[in-house]
T-cell receptor, first 113, second 112 residues
C-alpha cells in the first residue's frame, strides 16, 4: 500500500517557467489537498478536492491551478513561476470530512530562481 | 478565524525524560485535533487523532489530551528516545472543506 505519492521530490525552476506537481493516492480517498509549507509558518491550504471533477480554492490559491479527473490523481499546476512560490509542497488525502487521519505525501521541494 | 500556536518552537531533552508538548487554539468549536510528526525532508505522519467528544488518546508511549473549553491540547511522550527527535505539529479541524489549521510545530531533540 503506497499511500500518497508525490513527484518530483526536488525541482528548480526559472522565473516564468511552468510545471506540474503530481500526486496520486491508492486509498480510494475522496478528499485530497495541496498544502505549501514555508519556514516558520504553518501549512497553508492551496487547493482541495472533494471528489473527481470537483475542486475549490483554499487559503493561498493565486498562481496555481488543479484538476481532478480521477479519484486517484490530483495534480497541481504552477503557471509563470515566481520566487514567492519557492516552498515545500505537500499533497494529502483523507476519506471523510472530519473523522479520519490525514495522509501526506513526502513533499516536493521547489525553488524558483 | 482559527489560530493554532505551539510553544516552545524548539525543545532539547536528555534521553529517558518524560516530556510534554503544547498546542493552543483560539476557537473551541472543533471537530478533532491531530498530532503529527515530521522528519527532515519528509512528509507528515499522523500520530494521534482526538475527536471533539474525547478527552485523550493513547498510542504506545504517546498520550494526547484535549481540553476544548480552554483551547489546549498536550502531547505527552514517555521515556523519550533519540528516535523521537523530529518536529511535532498539531492541527485543528474546525469543520468545512477548508478544514485544518496547522500550528508551526515544536522541534524536539532527544540527546543520547
Amino acid at each position: 500500500n503506497a499511500g500518497v505519492t508525490q513527484t518530483p521530490k526536488f525541482r528548480i525552476l526559472k522565473i516564468g517557467q511552468s510545471m506540474t506537481l503530481q500526486c496520486t493516492q491508492d486509498m480510494n480517498h475522496n478528499y485530497m489537498y495541496w498544502y505549501r509549507q514555508d519556514p516558520g509558518m504553518g501549512l497553508k491550504l492551496i487547493y482541495y478536492s472533494v471528489g473527481a471533477g470537483i475542486t475549490d480554492k483554499g487559503e493561498v490559491p493565486n498562481g496555481y491551478n488543479v484538476s481532478r479527473s480521477t479519484t486517484e490523481d490530483f495534480p497541481l499546476r504552477l503557471e509563470l513561476a515566481a520566487p514567492s512560490q519557492t516552498s515545500v509542497y505537500f499533497c494529502a488525502s483523507d476519506g471523510d470530512v472530519s473523522n479520519e487521519k490525514l495522509f501526506f505525501g513526502s513533499g516536493t521541494q521547489l525553488s524558483v530562481l | 478565524k482559527q489560530e493554532v500556536t505551539q510553544i516552545p518552537a524548539a525543545l532539547s531533552v536528555p534521553e529517558g525524560e518524560n516530556l510534554v508538548l503544547n498546542c493552543s487554539f483560539t476557537d473551541s468549536a472543533i471537530y478533532n485535533l491531530q498530532w503529527f510528526r515530521q522528519d527532515p525532508g519528509k512528509g507528515l505522519t499522523s500520530l494521534l487523532l482526538i475527536q471533539s467528544s474525547q478527552r485523550e488518546q493513547t498510542s504506545g508511549r504517546l498520550n494526547a489530551s484535549l481540553d476544548k473549553s480552554s483551547g489546549r491540547s498536550t502531547l505527552y511522550i514517555a521515556a523519550s528516545q533519540p528516535g523521537d527527535s523530529a518536529t511535532y505539529l498539531c492541527a485543528v479541524d474546525s469543520g468545512g472543506y477548508q478544514k485544518v489549521t496547522f500550528g508551526t510545530g515544536t522541534k524536539l531533540q532527544v540527546i543520547p
